[in-house]
């Protein structure tokens, strides 16, 4: 497993299929292969992936197991609608993750080798709560994401850094 996932997971009721079975009746929908293919990959490993990250692992044309473009996006706005998958914004393109069954916590992003390192700080949390309280605010979720260097990308350049990198 990646080094950077350092989080447990959470005790859920539920596995994410019959979360996502769930979801898809009251949705008035049927699961599909490949709606499973889909949700096998994905909750094979937890990551930080995009779609095309996903289209890439997935078999190709005529294969079992392949699953077309159009679907795979249509799947994971089900997801994420679902509440398996968190989806956010990392220098303008779509990132998901577990949701379901993973506990809440933050990234550090690492502009060179593009890694993210998760990271639960309770102070983080306590300050959410003074902030929303001052503003009479009902909190729903937050998102922070740090930019910079990680330690070994500082220690160990992989690959020659822009001059931008080093300032
Ligand atoms: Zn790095
Ligand atoms: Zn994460």
Redesign the pocket.
């Known amino acids: 497993m990646d080094q950077d996932f350092t989080l447990n997971d959470v005790q859920v009721a539920m596995t994410p299929e019959e979360r996502f079975e769930e979801y898809l009746q009251s949705k008035g929908m049927r699961n599909t292969q490949q709606r499973r293919n889909l949700m096998e990959i994905v909750y094979s490993r937890h990551e930080h992936f995009d779609a095309d990250t996903l289209i890439d692992q997935l078999p190709r044309k005529g294969n079992t197991g392949y699953v077309s473009r159009p679907t795979v996006y249509r799947t994971l706005a089900e997801f994420v609608d679902a509440g398996l998958l968190r989806k956010f914004e990392l220098d303008g393109r779509a990132v998901y993750e577990h949701d379901y069954g993973y506990p809440q916590h933050d990234h550090l992003h ?1 502009t ?2 593009d ?1 993210l390192y998760e990271f639960q700080s309770d102070e983080l949390l306590q300050l959410r709560r003074n902030v929303a309280q001052q503003h009479r605010f009902r909190v729903t979720s937050h998102r922070l994401i740090i930019s910079g ?2 330690e ?2 500082s220690r160990t350049p992989r690959r020659k850094r822009r001059k931008q990198d080093l300032i």
Do not use: A, L, P, T
């Open positions: 690492c060179v080798c890694e260097i990680c070994s990308c």
